[in-house]
């Protein structure tokens, strides 16, 4: 008795690690992305519709999400793409040899900060268990604010400056394309 339940225990340990491969291959995503959500979602975005299907397709976490889903995953990329523009404006900071140019790489460098800031409040108001209406209205404020504080940075180069050098310009307008995402996801909760 003793030496078959050694037997037995022996033959399951050694299928132990068969089990885990095949559950853990089974638990892997292997369908496409919501795709009727996102093409909703990116059939409403104004600026660049084929940007919002590339960027939402391609985030494996999106295969899964739904509306919510969908607004962290959207806020994560334009923040991360704030954070690349911020640091451009402060990279151009650093080269540039005109104090008001200085001084106007540097605003912008802080309105993505900001920008960053707002992202951030409107990913912690989607973490919430339950969305109240308060809450709706409160992660669009957010989201309206990190989306439109950065328009500033583009403005003040037709105020007398050089020109707005084309890398900062073509970041600025990404960021407008993927920050609409977020705009557009936000107009799309329910709030009551």
């Known amino acids: ?60 976490r999106s295969a899964r999400a739904d509306l919510r889903g969908l607004g962290k995953i959207s806020i994560d990329i334009a923040r991360k793409d704030a954070k690349q523009t911020s640091n451009l404006s402060t990279s151009l900071m650093k080269e540039a040899t005109n104090s008001s140019l200085k001084g106007r790489y540097d605003y912008c460098a802080e309105l993505y900060g900001d920008a960053i800031d707002d992202l951030n409040g409107a990913g912690q108001i989607l973490n919430k268990k339950v969305l109240s209406p308060l809450d709706i209205s409160d992660f669009r404020i957010r989201a309206s604010t990190a989306c439109s504080g950065p328009n500033f940075c583009d403005d003040g180069f037709d105020e007398g400056l050089p020109n707005e050098p084309s890398k900062l310009k073509e970041a600025s307008k990404k960021y407008k394309d993927l920050c609409e995402i977020v705009l557009v996801i936000g107009a799309s909760f329910k709030s009551g």
């Open 1 to 60: 008795m003793v030496y078959s339940f050694k037997l037995y225990f022996s033959l399951l340990v050694s299928l132990v690690p068969w089990f885990l491969f095949i559950s853990l291959s089974d638990a892997r995503p292997n369908r496409k992305p919501t795709t009727t959500l996102i093409n909703q979602i990116c059939s409403q975005t104004i600026g660049n519709p084929s940007l919002c299907l590339q960027v939402l397709e391609s985030d494996t």
